[in-house]
């Protein structure tokens, strides 16, 4: 086991239960940044204390730090927050998923996990945005959906 992965059982031990039964995840060593994973899964715990819910929150903000793939800096892609730090990148778009779950809620009738993707993928990486000149931003969801479900048990 490397460093990360002891420090990651370590912080579980703490609340109880292996990661994969306190977060519901599953295939942690197909996550490319392990010597994220500790800050990523405590600040998560933190923002979503509780189960129950539409999404593993614990999934999909990997799948977002898969999806994105940042620099130092600009980890989750959060531009508000470009430059900043990993745990700050982490509380911005822990908030995101927050804020666009209520908003998601509100506006559909039949809610789901892949809708929900598909909501916040329209707002967190917009087609045709001003700082996506390549066009990227249109494989996002299909990344974001991919590694959640890599992810989540």
Not at 117 to 138: K, M, Q, S, V
């Amino acid at each position: 086991m490397n460093f990360w992965q002891l420090l990651l059982k370590d912080l579980c031990s703490l609340w109880g239960g292996s990661k994969e039964e306190r977060y519901q995840l599953k295939n942690l060593s197909a996550f490319s940044f392990p010597e994220e994973l500790a800050t990523i899964l405590t600040i998560a715990q933190t923002y979503f204390p509780e189960g129950g819910y539409l999404v593993n929150p614990f999934a999909l903000l990997l799948a977002i730090r898969e999806a994105e793939r940042g620099r130092k800096g600009l980890e989750f892609g959060i531009m508000i927050a470009k430059d900043t730090d990993l745990q700050i990148q982490t509380c911005y778009t822990a908030r995101t998923v927050i804020n666009n779950l209520e908003r998601y809620l509100k506006q559909v009738d039949t809610p789901g996990e892949d809708g929900f993707i598909a909501f916040l993928g329209a707002r967190y990486a917009p087609l045709e945005a001003d700082n996506d000149p390549t066009g990227l931003n249109r494989h996002w969801v299909k990344n974001v959906t991919y590694w959640y479900y890599q992810f989540r048990r």
